[in-house]
């Protein structure tokens, strides 16, 4: 779910810095509603591959992140969380003790 957030607020980002980008050439530029013909096929017409490959990478990015299976929790991950919820006082000694033999035996 981190991975996730993180992939959400680089495209929050990444749009934010598109839009002012793109608002800063249609200001250079002169850009007006009656002059897109002449930029769609001026000197900006490559941009707009490059916005598309950005776009759908992102896109990409944002579904792989979004739908990637996470993998089974390994051994040491599990003793680790043993080991700081014993530290933390929400475990006794036996059931700490317990668990890490749970662990070994599975092994």
Known sequence: MKAFRHTIMALGIFLGVAAVVAFGVFVYTGFSPGDY???MHGGLFPLHAVGMVIFWGLI???????FKETGPASEDDAERAASRRYARGEI???TYLEIKRTLRDRS
């Not at 990409?60 to 979004?66: E, M, N, S, V």
Request: proline content about 0%; aromatic content about 8%.
């Open 37 to 39: 013909h002449s930029l």
């Open 60 to 66: 990409l990015a944002l579904l792989y992140t979004a």
């Open 92 to 94: 006794d000694k036996e």
